[in-house]
């Protein structure tokens, strides 16, 4: 079996065609909210209580990813109206925190990043991985079918897989115009009109009023300038003018990031109702500018934050290395989510066809920007790598433990509500498929045990690793691909250094879009 120019083709010659996956991937075969739907009944019905936070003072974010797969009824040929369409959760996340720099460890052994899409996204690749040790075992139940390269696999032509998260991710696509109409008595914007994370989960919640009295520089004329490079000989001028909207406009016209919020400020302060609502702050993202780049302006109101940037995950006093959730699903879209290790035995990376967030404060401009736009001019990349068009949509339902539904069911109580110190990691895989972590490491572990494998996390560095390696070893020499065969390779590093056009579309995302980002010391990856 392999890929031909119209479609998969079989050992008989028949070829099924691709006429399925546009309709799946444009949502034309799901809505926002059944995939919605199907990601809360699977966290209220699948889960345990363990790992869930307390509803009378708790509250946590939801991610997972959810499989779309079409089959035509009978032999009538493919249509819209003759597809039988199924669609599974098969890895699901929980969590609002990270870890500082200070508790990382240099065997692999603790998760870095808790916060619940990049829980999911793990959760994700330790399903993957099990799909390619089924593909590897030619069992027809794989995701994956052979592709035309030795020892290379390719997803099914009739499958896509959606994201969802209930609530938009920390860092840029956070950075959403707060609107309020006129006739409304301007009041501190506080809390409870946040976007609905903590600074944990990379919102500060402290939405600053108009009368904020932090300081900014500014030049003789009241304005703040500053320059960006964009990495392709280009530069953004960044100005702000008082406590006007801050535009952000790239000099040559030609800006591919689109970062200003401008747009989609003018447009909600034509729009009428209660009076005319008129933008009098943004949200805010307790994400942090990357050190060495851009940084916030942090006037008060509409010029706090500059956008399109860069940003790494605040912690509690310790500074994590963990980039923002906007930032790594941009990267996702370049790059796939199955990362390097897996990439040795796919030709084409794994995309998403679309993003589903929950009901929260959400800007379809800012995650366009966020995820899309802002590596949108990339060119070079190597063959199967590509600038995606995910589907960016949302559904009207919420998360029943999302810290704005916690605070409407808290309304008359005193009690502080905090984030649950907990993550849940779901995979739809035979083996312990869940897994609860608290600081990076299983709920319960001791100090002591720090370290033991008891205290593993099943989607932490090492455990993926180990199971790769198992998978790597499942396979006769002959059949491995080119960039496994006859190497001496023995950690984490050499594996992901050795998936050549991964690091090759890697380097050039980083140098055309990504300059930033902040990437871990190689003594972190020098573990077997």
């Not at 369409?85 to 065997?107: D, F, P, S």
């Not at 964009?230 to 006007?244: C, Q």
């Not at 045990?449 to 932490?460: A, M, N, V």
């Not at 090759?504 to 902040?518: C, D, P, T, Y």
Request: glycine residues 8%; positive net charge.
């Amino acid at each position: 079996m392999g890929f031909g120019e119209r479609g998969l083709v079989t050992q008989y010659g028949h070829v099924i065609q691709f006429c399925l996956e546009p309709a799946l991937a444009s949502g034309a075969m799901w809505s926002a909210d059944e995939i919605a739907e199907l990601c809360y009944v699977h966290y209220r019905s699948r889960l345990p209580k363990q790992g869930k936070p307390d509803p009378k003072r708790e509250w946590t974010s939801l991610a997972a990813v959810v499989k779309v797969e079409s089959a035509t009824r009978g032999e009538v040929p493919a249509s819209p109206g003759n597809l039988q369409v199924t669609k599974e959760v098969v890895a699901l996340g929980t969590g609002t925190k990270c870890i500082g720099k200070n508790k990382m460890r240099k065997t692999g052994d603790i998760l870095n990043d808790s916060h619940a899409e990049i829980v999911a996204k793990r959760s994700f690749q330790r399903y993957l991985l099990h799909q390619m040790w089924l593909a590897a075992s030619y069992q027809q139940c794989s995701i994956f079918v052979p592709g035309t390269e030795t020892g290379k696999w390719i997803l099914k032509p009739s499958i896509v897989f959606v994201f969802f998260s209930s609530h938009t991710p920390c860092g840029d696509a956070s950075i959403i115009p707060m609107t309020e109409p006129e006739n409304q008595f301007s009041k501190p914007v506080t809390g409870n009109n946040a976007a609905g994370q903590s600074t944990e989960c990379g919102v500060n919640c402290d939405c600053f009023a108009p009368k904020d009295k932090r300081k900014s520089q500014k030049t003789a004329s009241n304005h703040i300038i500053k320059r960006v490079k964009t990495g392709n000989d280009g530069y953004f001028s960044v100005v702000t003018e008082d406590l006007t909207v801050q535009h952000v406009k790239q000099e040559d016209d030609l800006n591919p990031k689109s970062c200003e919020c401008s747009a989609e400020v003018q447009r909600a302060n034509k729009e009428t109702g209660l009076g005319t609502p008129k933008v009098v702050d943004v949200y805010r993202t307790g994400a942090k500018c990357v050190p060495g780049e851009l940084g916030d302006a942090r006037v008060p109101g509409l010029g706090y934050h500059s956008v399109g940037l860069l940003r790494v995950k605040p912690g509690r006093g310790d500074r994590t290395c963990s980039m923002s959730c906007s930032d790594k699903m941009a990267r996702w879209n370049v790059l796939g989510c199955q990362g390097a290790l897996l990439m040795h035995f796919l030709q084409y990376p794994v995309y998403l066809s679309a993003v589903v967030v929950g009901k929260c404060p959400y800007s379809q401009e800012a995650m366009r920007r966020a995820v899309i736009e802002r590596c949108q001019h990339i060119s070079f990349l190597p063959n199967g790598f590509l600038t995606q068009e995910v589907k960016l949509v949302q559904s009207d339902l919420r998360f029943e433990h999302s810290r704005q539904a916690i605070q409407e069911f808290q309304t008359n109580s005193k009690t502080k509500l905090v984030p649950c110190g907990a993550a849940i990691s779901w995979s739809a895989v035979p083996e312990e498929p869940l897994d609860v972590t608290s600081d990076g490491v299983r709920q319960g572990t001791t100090k002591k045990g720090i370290g033991t494998h008891q205290s593993r996390s099943k989607i932490c560095k090492v455990e993926l690793f180990h199971a790769f390696q198992k998978l790597v070893t499942s396979i006769p020499q002959e059949d491995l691909p080119d960039t496994l065969r006859m190497k001496t390779l023995e950690t984490y590093w050499d594996y992901k250094e050795a998936a050549l056009n991964y690091q090759e579309a890697w380097k050039i995302l980083r140098s055309q879009a990504l300059s930033g980002w902040v990437k871990n010391a190689k003594e972190y990856l020098h573990f077997t």
